[in-house]
């Protein structure tokens, strides 16, 4: 064993500065390319929503220029010089441009988008920070970024997480001589570890591998698979455009993964949507591009308490599919646990944040309804505010906020609200995709015009109610491209449930006035004399014929039925195979039975007979 | 149910307010002299339903005045009860008014 684990100190050496060089490579070009990437999907942007050179005026180019935090928009014409893979890597802050050009005709022209370096130093922190906290070098390599001059860390390995927040505190001691493109040791974290140092825009860079790493090709396959999750995280194809051959390869290799990313993710929403008496939901969700981060759920957490939600994870792309997953799995967990859904959304929350090596950020508005109130217990994270449409027409927006965003800070607290919903009245939940869908003049759709719409149709059912919103945003945005995922719910609450009540009588006469009082108290006389009817004739057959000791009654109503069942212990006998009574028999001939099972086939939807444990159960609907 | 009755002549009326079924039957039952009675008005105009029980109730009368040659008449009937004299064939038997 110790044979195979002995490998000599100048091959460890070779492989250590291989894995060194390559990491190096990987980080520059993670780095460059991460704020090249945005900044490439900024000014495709640009050029979808301008269509045309002549449409980017001065005005709307400021505009532009200020909403995407960059320092310049221009339009140019000619030929750009694309810079070569090394160019890029080595240009560190110099390489600041962006460009796209037209769809033809107007293909002479092309967006450039730039930023300054005080800007780009800025987007760096934010990268180094975002992107090597947890980067691995190897299998137990990593990246320290540190602010200079302070020293303090932006990126730390997880293992070594709370051990220091400055590189001094890491154990590293300045170089007597500076160690260039020379790999050097120090004492990290009390192990011996392999180092190259390099200075990045503003930052103190160590590439760092502990002498304990085992060394393999496992490790350069690592840093490979990292470039490629970054690609990924980005997002944008811009950036695999301009890298050749190869990119293009991994390009279809994404695009399929995209797929299969977007099929998972279409996959993990509730296609069925629910049966009820009481309400009626329906959902939908459509993809800006490639795969969003958006999404929805309903599902009951008992007889009467449904919970319905939506929600938006920063960012696209495949990691925005798969944060997305996650939430929507913990959220539901949480909220199938918890019984309170503040607490529900706090526990999720604290989940999102204990695992979130991207930042990943998430906004949720959910509701758990009480059907037999029509009272909803609402979280609102961030999310746009709903739009509650009362049976009258009345149309607001539930402004009312629980907390922050989930994903951001583990020991926030949600405060929930209660809403009231009555019988006829509807809530339409969505993401931004709806209200900041901008038309080709850069207006948003904003929520006045969804308000206008969502009276104008408030009447409709809810799957039309959503088509009919996607298709007033649709229209609005006219050929300007769609941003931003666009989900819609709507919940519209019919009625209210009332459960079903039981009551249990002895098996005599004196009980089918008890049973009438108790039917008359459940359902109000305001029911129609049929069911009284059909319980006078259930009741007093089963008391004249089942020798049996009881009979229950269990009365179950909804707004647009009603249900009794009466079981008994009696004799075992189906009621409905008594053959029907020849009802023009001459006066002399007529007989009472039967009569009575017939009026109650006549008088109700369906009747259904049933031997269960010992009971005869008859099912009668109205 | 309430029954408001009234004897003149051998001809009973009865007026009967509520419900008519397996409950109440019996009591209207009682209300109807076995003899001695040569016709049957009923005033069902605040009657609220009827059940099977009520309907023998009214066929055990119409056959006792078809056995001594009297008659039986049914006035001021609702929709409902109306509905299940007609689903039960005994719109053809009764004379209803």
Same mark, same amino acid.
């Given at each position: 064993?110790?044979?195979?684990?002995?490998?000599?100190?100048?091959?460890?050496?070779?492989?250590?500065?291989?894995?060194?060089?390559?990491?190096?490579?990987?980080?520059?070009?993670?780095?460059?390319?991460?704020?090249?990437?945005?900044?490439?999907?900024?000014?495709?942007?640009?050029?979808?929503?301008?269509?045309?050179?002549?449409?980017?005026?001065?005005?709307?180019?400021?505009?532009?220029?200020?909403?995407?935090?960059?320092?310049?928009?221009?339009?140019?014409?000619?030929?750009?010089?694309?810079?070569?893979?090394?160019?890029?890597?080595?240009?560190?802050?110099?390489?600041?441009?962006?460009?796209?050009?037209?769809?033809?005709?107007?293909?002479?022209?092309?967006?450039?988008?730039?930023?300054?370096?005080?800007?780009?130093?800025?987007?760096?922190?934010?990268?180094?920070?975002?992107?090597?906290?947890?980067?691995?070098?190897?299998?137990?390599?990593?990246?320290?970024?540190?602010?200079?001059?302070?020293?303090?860390?932006?990126?730390?390995?997880?293992?070594?997480?709370?051990?220091?927040?400055?590189?001094?505190?890491?154990?590293?001691?300045?170089?007597?001589?500076?160690?260039?493109?020379?790999?050097?040791?120090?004492?990290?974290?009390?192990?011996?570890?392999?180092?190259?140092?390099?200075?990045?825009?503003?930052?103190?860079?160590?590439?760092?591998?502990?002498?304990?790493?085992?060394?393999?090709?496992?490790?350069?396959?690592?840093?490979?698979?990292?470039?490629?999750?970054?690609?990924?995280?980005?997002?944008?194809?811009?950036?695999?455009?301009?890298?050749?051959?190869?990119?293009?390869?991994?390009?279809?290799?994404?695009?399929?993964?995209?797929?299969?990313?977007?099929?998972?993710?279409?996959?993990?929403?509730?296609?069925?949507?629910?049966?009820?008496?009481?309400?009626?939901?329906?959902?939908?969700?459509?993809?800006?591009?490639?795969?969003?981060?958006?999404?929805?759920?309903?599902?009951?957490?008992?007889?009467?308490?449904?919970?319905?939600?939506?929600?938006?994870?920063?960012?696209?792309?495949?990691?925005?599919?798969?944060?997305?997953?996650?939430?929507?799995?913990?959220?539901?967990?949480?909220?199938?646990?918890?019984?309170?859904?503040?607490?529900?959304?706090?526990?999720?929350?604290?989940?999102?944040?204990?695992?979130?090596?991207?930042?990943?950020?998430?906004?949720?508005?959910?509701?758990?309804?009480?059907?037999?109130?029509?009272?909803?217990?609402?979280?609102?994270?961030?999310?746009?505010?709903?739009?509650?449409?009362?049976?009258?027409?009345?149309?607001?927006?539930?402004?009312?906020?629980?907390?922050?965003?989930?994903?951001?800070?583990?020991?926030?607290?949600?405060?929930?609200?209660?809403?009231?919903?009555?019988?006829?009245?509807?809530?339409?939940?969505?993401?931004?995709?709806?209200?900041?869908?901008?038309?080709?003049?850069?207006?948003?759709?904003?929520?006045?015009?969804?308000?206008?719409?969502?009276?104008?149709?408030?009447?409709?059912?809810?799957?039309?109610?959503?088509?009919?919103?996607?298709?007033?945003?649709?229209?609005?945005?006219?050929?300007?491209?769609?941003?931003?995922?666009?989900?819609?719910?709507?919940?519209?609450?019919?009625?209210?449930?009332?459960?079903?009540?039981?009551?249990?009588?002895?098996?005599?006469?004196?009980?089918?006035?008890?049973?009438?009082?108790?039917?008359?108290?459940?359902?109000?006389?305001?029911?129609?004399?049929?069911?009284?009817?059909?319980?006078?004739?259930?009741?007093?057959?089963?008391?004249?014929?089942?020798?049996?000791?009881?009979?229950?009654?269990?009365?179950?109503?909804?707004?647009?039925?009603?249900?009794?069942?009466?079981?008994?212990?009696?004799?075992?006998?189906?009621?409905?195979?008594?053959?029907?009574?020849?009802?023009?028999?001459?006066?002399?001939?007529?007989?009472?039975?039967?009569?009575?099972?017939?009026?109650?086939?006549?008088?109700?939807?369906?009747?259904?007979?049933?031997?269960?444990?010992?009971?005869?159960?008859?099912?009668?609907?109205? | 149910?309430?029954?408001?009755?009234?004897?003149?002549?051998?001809?009973?009326?009865?007026?009967?307010?509520? &419900?008519?079924?397996? %409950?109440?039957?019996?009591?209207?039952? =009682?209300?109807?002299?076995?003899?001695? *009675? $040569?016709?049957?008005?009923?005033?069902?105009?605040?009657?609220?339903?009827?059940?099977?029980?009520?309907? &023998?109730?009214?066929? %055990?009368?119409?056959?006792?005045?078809? =056995?001594?040659?009297?008659?039986?008449? *049914? $006035?001021?009937?609702?929709?409902?009860?109306?509905?299940?004299?007609?689903?039960?064939?005994?719109?053809?038997?009764?004379?209803?008014?």
């Amino acid at each position: 064993m110790a044979a195979v684990w002995s490998i000599t100190t100048q091959q460890a050496r070779q492989k250590t500065d291989a894995l060194l060089d390559y990491a190096i490579i990987d980080f520059k070009d993670t780095a460059n390319g991460a704020v090249q990437a945005i900044l490439d999907a900024k000014a495709q942007t640009l050029t979808r929503r301008f269509k045309t050179p002549d449409l980017a005026d001065e005005a709307s180019l400021s505009h532009w220029k200020e909403s995407f935090g960059v320092d310049d928009v221009l339009i140019r014409r000619g030929i750009v010089r694309e810079a070569s893979p090394a160019e890029r890597r080595d240009a560190t802050l110099a390489f600041r441009t962006a460009t796209e050009y037209f769809p033809p005709p107007h293909d002479d022209s092309y967006v450039e988008v730039s930023l300054s370096e005080k800007t780009l130093a800025k987007s760096y922190a934010a990268i180094l920070g975002h992107f090597f906290d947890d980067w691995l070098v190897g299998e137990e390599g990593f990246f320290l970024c540190a602010e200079m001059p302070s020293g303090k860390l932006i990126s730390n390995p997880r293992r070594h997480r709370n051990e220091s927040s400055t590189l001094a505190g890491t154990g590293f001691v300045e170089p007597d001589s500076p160690p260039g493109d020379e790999t050097f040791t120090q004492e990290l974290f009390g192990e011996t570890t392999y180092c190259r140092m390099f200075d990045y825009a503003g930052h103190r860079v160590l590439a760092c591998v502990p002498e304990s790493e085992f060394y393999t090709m496992r490790n350069v396959l690592v840093a490979v698979i990292g470039i490629l999750v970054f690609l990924v995280l980005a997002g944008f194809s811009a950036f695999a455009d301009r890298v050749s051959e190869q990119s293009r390869k991994l390009k279809e290799f994404y695009a399929a993964e995209f797929e299969l990313a977007r099929t998972i993710q279409t996959s993990a929403l509730p296609a069925q949507l629910p049966l009820s008496d009481h309400f009626r939901l329906a959902a939908g969700m459509t993809s800006a591009r490639e795969v969003g981060g958006d999404f929805y759920d309903f599902f009951a957490l008992s007889e009467t308490r449904w919970a319905f939600l939506v929600a938006d994870v920063s960012g696209k792309g495949i990691t925005a599919a798969l944060y997305m997953m996650t939430a929507k799995t913990i959220l539901k967990d949480a909220l199938l646990a918890e019984h309170d859904v503040a607490a529900a959304v706090a526990r999720t929350n604290r989940e999102l944040c204990r695992n979130n090596p991207a930042n990943m950020f998430v906004t949720v508005w959910v509701g758990v309804i009480d059907l037999a109130t029509g009272r909803i217990s609402c979280v609102n994270a961030g999310h746009n505010p709903p739009a509650l449409i009362r049976a009258n027409g009345e149309t607001e927006f539930i402004r009312t906020r629980s907390g922050a965003i989930l994903g951001f800070m583990e020991d926030a607290a949600f405060k929930p609200f209660d809403l009231h919903l009555s019988g006829g009245d509807k809530l339409f939940l969505y993401t931004d995709g709806v209200v900041e869908q901008f038309d080709t003049r850069n207006e948003a759709f904003g929520e006045d015009r969804l308000a206008e719409v969502l009276r104008s149709a408030r009447g409709e059912d809810p799957a039309t109610l959503n088509n009919v919103v996607r298709m007033a945003v649709s229209a609005f945005a006219a050929g300007a491209s769609v941003a931003d995922d666009i989900t819609v719910m709507t919940f519209a609450f019919d009625a209210p449930v009332i459960m079903p009540v039981s009551r249990r009588f002895a098996t005599k006469m004196d009980s089918i006035p008890l049973a009438a009082k108790f039917l008359e108290e459940t359902v109000g006389k305001a029911s129609g004399p049929e069911v009284a009817v059909v319980l006078d004739e259930i009741a007093s057959n089963i008391v004249r014929h089942s020798k049996g000791t009881y009979f229950e009654l269990s009365i179950m109503v909804s707004h647009d039925s009603k249900r009794l069942v009466f079981r008994d212990d009696g004799i075992a006998f189906d009621p409905l195979s008594i053959p029907a009574p020849d009802v023009h028999a001459p006066l002399q001939e007529r007989k009472i039975g039967g009569l009575g099972i017939m009026m109650v086939r006549h008088l109700t939807r369906s009747i259904k007979y049933s031997r269960e444990n010992g009971e005869n159960v008859l099912t009668i609907e109205f | 149910m309430q029954i408001d009755k009234s004897l003149a002549d051998g001809r009973l009326t009865l007026k009967i307010s509520g &419900r008519l079924d397996t %409950t109440t039957a019996p009591d209207l039952d =009682a209300e109807i002299p076995k003899d001695g *009675i $040569s016709a049957i008005l009923f005033d069902f105009s605040a009657l609220e339903y009827i059940s099977s029980a009520g309907l &023998r109730v009214l066929l %055990t009368a119409q056959k006792q005045m078809a =056995a001594c040659g009297g008659e039986m008449k *049914i $006035s001021g009937v609702n929709a409902m009860v109306k509905g299940i004299l007609d689903m039960t064939g005994c719109s053809d038997i009764f004379s209803i008014v």
